[in-house]
């Protein structure tokens, strides 16, 4: 079992930064890989950056790449998502999310997920 808690969340500028971390608890942290998803009301959540646990290879969708970077350290148990350049489209609820497959870019592939943290981007 891990449990998952999300914070960084907030409210910055158009072409500001911030970062996102998400905080597991529970055995074994370090064998999955972890990902970030975001959802706007009313459409589904959709997904970010993810990282495998060994913090090799990592991906993003195309409307975040270059932009953001997901980063993990084991030892404190805590996946990171640095976002810079940061865009109105960006707002939304973000969710870390943690899996036993491997780095998949779906949903359903994700066994456990946080409560979500609010990023908000005015412009």
């Known amino acids: 079992q891990v449990q998952l808690v999300e914070s960084g969340g907030g409210l910055v500028q158009a072409g500001g930064s911030l970062r996102v971390s998400c905080a597991a608890s529970?055995?074994?942290?370090?064998?999955?890989?972890m990902a970030w998803f975001r959802q706007v009301p009313g459409k589904e959540r959709e997904f970010v950056a993810a990282?495998?646990?060994?913090?090799?290879?990592?991906f993003y969708a195309d409307s975040v790449k270059g932009r953001f970077t997901v980063s993990r350290d084991n030892a404190k148990n805590t996946v990171y998502l640095q976002m810079n350049s940061l865009k109105p489209e960006d707002t939304a609820v973000y969710y870390c999310?943690?899996?036993?497959?491997?780095?998949?870019?779906?949903?359903?592939?994700?066994?456990?997920w946080g409560q979500g943290t609010q990023v908000t981007v005015s412009s």
């Open positions: 999310a943690a899996s036993k497959l491997g780095v998949r870019t779906s949903t359903t592939s994700y066994d456990y």
């Open positions: 529970g055995r074994s942290f370090s064998s999955y890989a």
């Open positions: 990282i495998p646990w060994s913090g090799g290879s990592t």
